[in-house]
């Protein structure tokens, strides 16, 4: 299993706006792509002082179906221009991680 992680900033007053956008534009639409080897996105989100921080963690059963997804240069993050409007700041790539161990206890 492949996590691409990536993390993006609101303040405050656009973190519910950018949390709606992300729950009926954008999960949606990644779902529709119906890409091989997608399992499930996960959105956490906590207040940082003067900020609000998002990350995702998006869970693919390989490497080759994150190119699949995100195409050749799949660590460059792809940020819609209404969620770049409401991000103070964010991760210009991607990060991908293997998972190593998952326990359920």
Request: aromatic fraction near 12%.
């Amino acid at each position: 299993m492949i996590l691409r992680i990536w993390h993006g900033y609101t303040t405050p007053e656009n973190a519910d706006p950018y949390e709606q956008l992300l729950k009926t534009r954008i999960f949606p639409h990644i779902a529709e792509k119906k890409v091989p080897g997608y399992r499930q996105i996960q959105l956490l989100k906590r207040p940082l002082g003067n900020e609000v921080e998002f990350i995702t963690v998006m869970t693919f059963e390989s490497l080759n179906d994150v190119i699949a997804f995100a195409g050749a240069d799949y660590e460059t993050a792809f940020v819609l221009p209404e969620a770049d409007a409401l991000l103070h700041r964010y991760d210009a790539k991607s990060q991908h991680y293997q998972l190593s161990e998952s326990l359920t206890y």
